[in-house]
């Protein structure tokens, strides 16, 4: 019997009703579900958040794209397949509404889907690995950040900004697009650089192989540069603090219905091209 992991966002709106409902309708369809504990759910084992990533075949996922990268940063270098729901307002990464979700799951019980890979990157700092699925992002809250960029052997530049993105193509879409990066397709093994808010206006989005080691150096910034991975501040930066980021090893799986595709998401999501009364 195949065991299906939930893990969701108790804030959303109607989220207990929902996540209820798919337990019961996974048991209906002989699919062990494991949930991690919040809502008192009947047809679900409750564990830890952690147990639930170690133990089960593939995530489900309901909530925003906040909670996909939390599953996916919980299952660390055991990676499994992960289906999203949107339970919020956009969700690029849980593409799947509430309307859908019958449908999309027995698409997945049938095996109509396909597994995508996705592009984790690694940055060491301190001797100590971190891990995003979206992005690095390196600032000082309240001031501008003064960083050294270097790609391979290569000095880049200085760069004065608000503070620096370092995407994959899945992040691509999400900060850094914000910010005035490109979009990059997700199967493509590219860093995106995106500087935020630069003093100059002569540094712009830089995209750059994966096969290459990105170092970037926090100068004369005593009073609080940080690193934030998928949205999370993870460390404290010093100065003259020194980050490598890398490709990691290990690969998301998001796992996407037969029909889907990644420019129809950006149609229907970003409403991409479309005219103002269009949208």
């Known amino acids: 019997m195949?065991?299906?992991?939930?893990?969701?966002?108790?804030?959303?709106?109607?989220?207990?009703?929902?996540?209820?409902?798919?337990?019961?309708?996974?048991k209906d369809h002989g699919i062990k579900v494991l949930a991690e504990k919040g809502f008192d759910i009947s047809h679900a084992e409750m564990a830890d958040e952690a147990q639930?990533?170690?133990?089960?075949?593939?995530?489900?996922?309901?909530?925003?794209?906040?909670?996909?990268?939390?599953?996916?940063?919980?299952m660390g270098?055991?990676?499994?397949?992960?289906l999203g729901v949107n339970l919020g307002s956009l969700g690029f990464l849980t593409e799947i509404s509430q309307d859908n979700i019958q449908q999309s799951m027995e698409q997945v019980i049938r095996g109509q889907y396909q597994v995508e890979e996705r592009a984790i990157i690694q940055a060491r700092c301190?001797?100590?690995?971190?891990?995003?699925l979206n992005d690095f992002d390196i600032r000082v809250p309240t001031r501008l950040v003064e960083l050294t960029v270097s790609i391979g052997d290569e000095f880049v530049s200085r760069y004065y900004a608000d503070g620096m993105l370092i995407a994959t193509p899945t992040g691509s879409t999400a900060y850094s697009l914000s910010a005035g990066g490109p979009i990059v397709e997700p199967d493509m093994d590219a860093f995106v650089l995106t500087p935020i808010c630069p003093h100059t206006?002569?540094?712009?989005?830089?995209?750059?192989?994966?096969?290459?080691?990105?170092?970037?150096?926090?100068?004369?910034?005593?009073?609080?540069?940080?690193?934030?991975?998928?949205?999370?501040t993870v460390a404290k930066l010093k100065d003259d603090q020194k980050l490598t980021i890398t490709k990691a090893d290990r690969k998301a799986l998001l796992v996407r219905p037969a029909a889907s595709s990644f420019y129809n998401i950006l149609r229907t999501k970003l409403k991409w091209g479309a005219r103002g009364e269009n949208c």
């Not at 709106?13 to 209820?20: F, K, N």
């Not at 301190?126 to 995003?132: E, I, K, M, P, S």
């Not at 206006?201 to 004369?220: A, D, F, Y």
Request: charged residues 20%; aromatic residues 6%.
């Open 52 to 74: 639930v990533a170690a133990r089960c075949d593939m995530m489900l996922v309901l909530g925003g794209d906040g909670t996909l990268l939390r599953a996916v940063r919980l």
């Open 2 to 26: 195949k065991t299906y992991g939930l893990i969701y966002n108790q804030n959303r709106p109607g989220a207990e009703r929902i996540v209820r409902e798919v337990a019961g309708w996974l």
């Open 201 to 232: 206006l002569s540094l712009r989005p830089m995209i750059v192989s994966m096969k290459k080691t990105i170092t970037v150096v926090v100068h004369g910034k005593n009073e609080g540069a940080v690193l934030v991975a998928d949205g999370q």
């Open 77 to 82: 270098n055991e990676q499994k397949p992960v």
């Open 126 to 132: 301190g001797g100590t690995d971190y891990f995003a």
